[in-house]
């Protein structure tokens, strides 16, 4: 079955749609545009972006059209439990953000990237390798809203695939190019309100037209058994799993959440996640119930394509007027990640290769250049992505394979901002081969059985209770981590020991965390570092910043420097050095005081007051 005939409309009316859409973004950014741009403007707003804009900005860019669409596909595949897999626990991931956000705020409060601050906790191969994951992962977001574009346009008008694709990389970078994140976030606040708009009014529109709740009645033969059952083992491996491991590993290595993070006001970093949190939620499970809903109506994907279900199942039922809601709202969805997209991919590649790599530091670089290489990342960046996305590679996939792979990263970014013997070797170390590990597990290059089967078993379930624990580390501290991660683990263990090497997507991932978090625990434990949060601090900061305001003292690029970057860590600390009463997690990111990381219960750089003051 495949629905009624869609609504299709002309060229003239989808061109008039786009430029109305694009055209109004175009003038927001323009009223909102300065002659000369400020570097760090560019980058993240300046620090001190409010609570509306903010939230409706993460919840924009939470929301983008690839995860609709995934979460519908999630929805058709795995049937009823399916969008909940995917949207649940990405809403919670936002959640469990918020607790490290505020301490890596803490110790770097004018941070442009995440990688920049690996810069000053490690070093060049620390920063590269973050930076580079973040490029490729930036990208094939980038991509990924571009092929969102392109299905949809593809199918409601005379315009083909490309066609759709290169129309919406122009509009979005259009709006996008002059005014860097300050464009990307305010935008965001118009679409994230459009976008919800119009969610509220097509959910039900569909379901109503379809005939709900008869259409679940008279189709439950189009469903499998485990399509049917809500608590569908095969629903949760295939999906539910491998997207916890996704989308957490998403919150520490995608630039487009970190830029967030360091843009809104220090104190509004908790209220702005919470909020993203319900937002995201509720819109992603609720559009992937068209998922199910074709599954039950027995309606087959156009061209055998997955990514179709959502616009199909739109454009087959629906009225033209609210067809038209439905379009704005995917625009908007996809723009808002793929600003963000953009603005991340320009913050990597001005602040972490040109700024620090190639400048020699936030002294020596040059503003005016920082930005004409920002543009110009964003230009270079759009092509790139509309020239992958004629690929057109399952969104779904796309996604849960970046994810995993950021998987590597997560264990030895977290312990950097709180474990004072993370070393740059332990890092760069852990995560290659944590990667190493995950390719061939991943991809199936060797037959899955005898030891190896069993190593991957064994490891996957370390990778549960590495999850686990950081999960719980970031609210309740280590010692309820470490409990935690173990009975989580123990938990597992009987059902995945000799089973879960046959879910590639997911074991692979485990076996990512696993391995470079024992490496670089293994790795750290022992070390002499004894690193000195406050230095990151005073090697990170604003590039744009007048020549009179710095003196040898205050800049970190400067030889005279107190600790110097050029210089190891340990040169400049002294050996009881702990986190400055400067970089305090605040109380209320639920911290306690006998929070401490990774290594031994005196390991522990101290990250509460308590500790400080001894």
């Keep these: 079955m495949n629905g009624t005939e869609l609504v299709r409309f002309s060229a003239a009316t989808i061109v008039a749609l786009l430029v109305i859409f694009y055209g109004g973004t175009l003038l927001v950014s323009a009223r909102i545009g300065k002659k000369d741009e400020n570097a760090d403007g560019y980058m993240t707003a300046g620090n001190k972006v409010g609570f509306g804009v903010s939230a409706a900005s993460m919840t924009a860019t939470w929301i983008w059209a690839s995860s609709l669409y995934a979460s519908a596909t999630s929805g058709y595949t795995y049937g009823i439990s399916g969008p909940i897999h995917y949207g649940l626990w990405g809403a919670l991931m936002i959640l469990f953000i918020y607790p490290f956000g505020k301490?890596?705020?803490?110790?770097?409060?004018?941070?442009?990237?995440?990688?920049?601050?690996?810069?000053?906790?490690?070093?060049?191969?620390?920063?590269?390798?973050?930076?580079?994951?973040?490029?490729?992962g930036s990208l094939i977001s980038l991509m990924s809203n571009f092929i969102a574009g392109g299905v949809l346009i593809s199918l409601i008008s005379p315009f083909g695939f490309v066609q759709g694709v290169v129309f919406i990389a122009a509009g979005v970078l259009l709006y996008t190019l002059w005014s860097g994140f300050r464009a990307s976030v305010l935008t965001d606040f118009m679409q994230v309100v459009a976008m919800l708009g119009a969610v509220v009014v097509i959910i039900p529109a569909v379901f109503f037209i379809t005939g709900f709740p008869d259409a679940f009645d008279g189709g439950s033969g189009n469903l499998t058994d485990q399509q049917s059952d809500f608590f569908s083992s095969d629903a949760f491996l295939n999906q539910g799993a491998p997207y916890i491991a996704a989308v957490l590993a998403y919150a520490i290595g995608n630039q487009t959440i970190a830029q967030r993070l360091f843009a809104v006001r220090e104190d509004l970093i908790k209220p702005t996640f919470v909020t993203a949190t319900i937002g995201y939620g509720a819109t992603v499970i609720g559009v992937g119930m068209f998922g199910v809903l074709a599954l039950y109506l027995g309606i087959d994907p156009m061209d055998g394509d997955v990514n179709n279900i959502v616009p199909q199942m739109v454009a087959s039922f629906l009225p033209t007027a609210l067809v038209v809601v439905f379009f704005v709202m995917i625009?908007?969805?996809?723009?808002?990640?793929?600003?963000?997209?953009?603005?991340?991919?320009?913050?990597?590649?001005?602040?972490?290769?040109?700024?620090?790599?190639?400048?020699?530091?936030?002294?020596?670089?040059?503003p005016k250049r920082m930005l004409f290489i920002g543009r110009a990342t964003m230009v270079v960046a759009t092509a790139a992505a509309v020239a992958f996305a004629s690929m057109r590679l399952s969104i779904l996939d796309l996604l849960v394979f970046v994810g995993a792979l950021w998987g590597a990263l997560v264990f030895p970014v977290i312990a950097s901002f709180y474990w004072h013997k993370v070393t740059n070797k332990a890092f760069t170390t852990s995560v290659l081969v944590a990667l190493a590990a995950f390719l061939p597990v991943r991809f199936g290059?060797?037959?899955?059985?005898?030891?190896?089967?069993?190593?991957?078993?064994?490891?996957?379930?370390?990778?549960?209770?590495v999850i686990a624990g950081l999960m719980a580390f970031g609210f309740f501290g280590l010692r309820a981590a470490r409990v935690i991660g173990v009975v989580a683990a123990g938990v597992v263990a009987p059902f995945a020991l000799g089973s879960v090497?046959?879910?590639?997507?997911?074991?692979?991932?485990?076996?990512?965390?696993?391995?470079?978090?024992?490496?670089?625990?293994?790795?750290?434990?022992?070390?002499?570092?004894?690193?000195?949060?406050e230095v990151i601090a005073q090697r990170v900061g604003d590039f744009d910043v007048a020549a009179d305001d710095v003196t040898p003292e205050t800049d970190p690029d400067s030889p005279n420097a107190p600790d110097s970057p050029n210089a190891p860590a340990s040169a400049n600390v002294p050996a009881s050095a702990n986190v400055p009463a400067s970089a305090n997690v605040p109380a209320s990111a639920n911290v306690p005081a006998s929070a401490k990381t990774p290594g031994s219960e005196t390991d522990a750089a101290a990250t509460t007051p308590e500790k400080e003051n001894r």
């Excluded at 963000?340 to 040059?366: C, F, K, P, W």
């Excluded at 076996?511 to 470079?516: E, G, I, N, P, T």
Aim: aromatic share 8%.
């Design 103 to 136: 301490r890596i705020r803490a110790v770097a409060p004018k941070a442009h990237t995440l990688a920049e601050v690996m810069f000053a906790r490690h070093g060049r191969s620390s920063q590269l390798m973050l930076a580079g994951s973040n490029l490729v």
């Design 331 to 366: 625009i908007g969805a996809l723009s808002s990640t793929a600003d963000s997209d953009l603005s991340a991919l320009s913050s990597i590649v001005m602040a972490d290769i040109y700024g620090q790599n190639i400048a020699g530091g936030t002294r020596n670089a040059d």
């Design 445 to 465: 290059w060797f037959p899955m059985d005898g030891v190896l089967a069993w190593t991957v078993d064994i490891a996957s379930v370390v990778g549960v209770g």
């Design 501 to 533: 090497h046959d879910y590639a997507v997911l074991s692979a991932s485990l076996v990512a965390y696993a391995v470079s978090t024992v490496v670089c625990w293994a790795m750290s434990v022992n070390s002499d570092e004894n690193f000195d949060f």
